[in-house]
């Protein structure tokens, strides 16, 4: 499984070069059977005005971890995946640091699926929780 886990995070990361992953310093560095974890800095770019952890950033590192987590567990080859809904309750501010975002399945079904991403804090206190619903449309 660990030899697995490598070239899975390995293709998450690399596919994420010349993205809004990259430019959000987003990297990949754990999967398992149900999920997939990531981390981001808290960095001047990720700031609002007042220097806190913008929440636009945080969501866009859940759509992230929860489309590149659909990939994985469906047929990426077979599917477009695609987010068509997200949701986030903010709870917490943060500063500096890393956060961590975890994508686990909720629903797996044929078409949508429905993750729930937790965005913690380097302590594992909760940022964010945020559900994220994505397409699978076959490629033709």
Known sequence: MNEHKEKILAVCNEISKGTLMETLDITYIDVGENFLLARMPVTPRVHQPDGVLHGGASV????????????????????????????????????????YARASILHKGRTTQLWEIKITNEEGGLISNCKLTTIALPRK
Not at 71 to 81: S, T
């Open 60 to 99: 866009a590192l859940a759509e992230s971890v929860g489309s590149a987590a659909s990939y994985i567990f469906l047929d990426g080859k077979e599917f477009f995946v695609r987010g068509i809904e997200i949701a986030a309750n903010h709870v917490k501010s943060v500063k500096e640091g890393y956060v």
